[in-house]
């Protein structure tokens, strides 16, 4: 093709080079440059020094010596089978969800199976992890892979899916704790509980219980009901102007003054109790923000085409509102797994009181804190890493149609 | 009530409508009758009531006295009464007001699968016939953001009309449109007038009401000070006021 009129093909400038870009950024003039040197050396000097700390001075006896204190705490060894079966029930799912939903659960089932390696490979000496169970954190990857591939030839619906969840949650937390009619399950206290076990069953029952409590309670606040809203509006306040320390302990010395004394509430129930109910009044105001944020023509609009109250708050409504608001939730979430180390103030055995009582049972561990909390650190770090990165992938899948 | 008779039984009827925000008198004393498959064009300067009227219709705004009588029912606080005739007078808002989480096609099958009880498919299926009445079906599976301003307001009028409703409402439809697509809606607005269907509109599209409008209602105040044919309006207004507000907007 000839044109007589010359068009110039306008490109964008060229990217820069490697040694460009340093020049450009890092030492453009005498200060700049100093301050790269500084900081080079800076990095140096604590990259080198952690290495060296982490793997030569380092005495990680204490936590490589205890895994299964560290994962579960007092749990009776010979009942460990009930804690395995659950655990498949989980890969299983976990495995049907990653084909379902891809994305983050994908995510999810990778750090699954890594965990899963990790645990049958785990370097410990003392009280160790038996072959069996090496081998059958093994067969927990392969039981998820089978989920993979079951949910790859049969199509199953996301409600069932979920409905498997919520039953697997269930039958884990009889299985868990027996019942005391069977023979075949003895009860097992939850005083023996202990561990990641109860630090997980503390934040996804939190979680799970208070959203929806969340948001009923933000729902009653905004409610032309006076009753409603005066009463959501109290819970709310008097819960958020207390803490979460003192709620528990509250639980734990009022709530047994309204009961009959034969009647005892278990303590792993009051730290989920009080938990759920201070996590459900920040929710409710995580929520109500995003309440307010739906503009009042959404509400016109739903109206106006004939839909009722409650299908306006359902449909309309609080898909648009928890959307804007995922940030502060999951924010929410994250704060509930890590306060979940305060219930070692009513004496539950979670994951860092663990950590604790190791150190305290063993003189040859005097002078090893750092190692153990260090280790306890991480792996709080890495639930909380995963359900923020789990948040940004939901935020970015649900950013379709935003306006 | 024979056909014949209902022709010319009014849809509408409005006597003595008013509307008080605090001690703000916006209606005072509303009357006004719309005949089946009349095309009523409503103007007047911001802040005349014209939008409050017509959202008193529907009941998203709640008159305080007078009556209003749509299609035989009388708005009261009756729930019930409301919802009929909410499924029965179909709105489309200067903002479009589409729902941002749902796809095009979902957003105009809403109200009839969760209202009329339709089945997914018979909705589907009326849905992508309204779309292509509208001149947009290729875009049923986007997102309302993705669309432009004139487009959006086209699925505005789809979802309204998937209710098969009787009446449609407009609150100055083309107000927050760029200019250039204030025609591919005031087209669509056409089709629908000679099709037979009864539309009340707030605007200031004058040339839609020259040619389109059966009849016109100048508000202002709180209070409709002339009414007639756009014959009438155009070049025989009778009141000052109407000839004041006619010179301002036709002038430039």
């Keep these: 093709m000839t044109t007589t009129t010359q068009t110039e093909v306008i490109r964008p400038p060229e990217s820069p080079g490697l040694w460009k870009w ?13 301050l790269t040197v500084i900081s080079l050396i800076v990095i140096y000097w604590v990259v080198t020094t952690s290495v060296r700390w982490v793997f ?60 899963m390696l990790i645990g049958a490979f785990w370097p410990a000496q003392g009280e160790t992890l038996t072959m069996p169970m090496r081998i059958f954190f093994l067969v927990n990857i392969l039981v998820t892979l089978a989920g993979y591939f079951l949910a790859r030839v049969a199509a199953i619906r996301s409600a069932y899916i979920l409905g498997a969840w919520t039953a697997s949650a269930v039958i884990s937390l009889i299985l868990l704790s027996g019942v005391e009619a069977l023979n075949l399950l003895p009860k097992v206290t939850t005083g023996l509980w202990g561990g990641l076990l109860v630090t997980l069953i503390l934040a996804i029952g939190g979680i ?13 606040r905004r409610s032309s009901l006076p009753v409603l809203s005066v ?45 759920t109910i201070f996590s459900a009044a920040y929710m409710a105001e995580n929520v109500r ?17 004939g839909l009722n109250g409650f299908q306006i708050t359902t449909l309309i409504v609080l898909p648009q509102a928890l959307r804007a608001v995922i940030p502060p939730i999951v924010g929410q979430f994250i704060s509930l797994f890590k306060d979940t180390t305060l219930a070692a103030g009513i004496a539950v055995l979670e994951l860092l009181s663990v950590g604790r009582s190791i150190l ?8 090893l804190q750092t190692e153990v909390y260090i280790f306890i650190a991480a792996v709080f770090w890495i639930f909380s890493y995963l359900m923020s990165y789990a948040s940004r992938r939901l935020e970015l899948a649900l950013g379709v149609g935003e306006r | 009530m024979n056909d014949q008779n209902g022709n010319h039984k009014p849809i509408i009827v409005c006597k003595d409508v008013h509307k008080w925000y605090g001690d703000f008198h916006a209606l005072k004393g509303i009357d006004m009758e719309v005949k089946k498959g009349e095309v009523i064009v409503i103007f007047g300067p911001s802040g005349s009531g014209k939008s409050t009227f017509i959202r008193t219709l529907n009941r998203l705004e709640e008159h305080q006295r007078g009556q209003i009588i749509i299609d035989g029912i009388e708005l009261s606080h009756d729930v019930r009464n409301i919802e009929k005739i909410r499924m029965e007078a179909g709105m489309v808002f200067q903002q479009f007001n589409l729902f941002p989480h749902m796809t095009v096609i979902q957003n105009v099958t809403l109200a009839p699968m969760r209202v009329r009880k339709w089945p997914k498919a018979k909705a589907e299926e009326i849905g992508m016939e309204l779309l292509e009445r509208v001149g947009i079906p290729e875009q049923a599976q986007k997102y309302p953001a993705n669309l432009s301003g004139g487009q959006q307001q086209r699925v505005a009028i789809a979802r309204a009309l998937a209710m098969q409703p009787k009446i449609m409402l407009f609150d100055e439809p083309t107000s927050a449109l760029d200019p250039e697509m204030i025609k591919e809606v005031l087209d669509v607005m056409i089709e629908l007038a000679e099709s037979g269907m009864t539309m009340l509109v707030v605007t200031h599209e004058m040339g839609f009401a020259r040619s389109v409008s059966d009849r016109m209602f100048f508000f202002d105040e709180g209070q409709i000070v002339e009414s007639g044919t756009p014959q009438d309006i155009f070049h025989n207004p009778q009141e000052d006021r109407t000839k004041l507000f006619l010179s301002q907007i036709l002038t430039h």
């Design chain 1, 22 to 34: 340093i020049r450009e950024n890092l030492f453009s003039n005498w200060i700049n440059g100093l």
């Design chain 1, 289 to 305: 923000g995003g309440l307010a944020a739906v503009p009042d023509g959404q509400i016109e609009a739903a109206k106006a085409v």
């Design chain 1, 56 to 115: 030569f001075a380092a005495d990680w006896s204490p936590v490589l010596t205890n895994p299964l204190l560290y994962l579960v705490g007092q749990y009776p060894r010979e009942e460990l089978w009930r804690l395995g079966a659950s655990l498949a029930m989980v890969s299983l799912l976990l495995g049907v969800s990653w084909r379902k939903w891809g994305g983050v659960m994908r995510t999810f089932a990778y750090m699954y199976a890594l965990f």
């Design chain 1, 208 to 220: 799970t219980i208070s959203f929806p409590i969340g948001v009923l309670l933000a729902l009653g």
């Design chain 1, 360 to 367: 305290q049972a063993n003189p040859e561990y005097i002078g």
């Design chain 1, 231 to 275: 009463i959501s509006t109290i819970l709310i306040e008097v819960v958020r102007g207390v803490p979460l320390i003192g709620i528990l302990t509250l639980f734990s010395i009022i709530l047994p003054l309204f009961l009959p004394p034969e009647m005892r509430i278990d303590r792993l129930l009051r730290a989920l109790v009080g938990m």
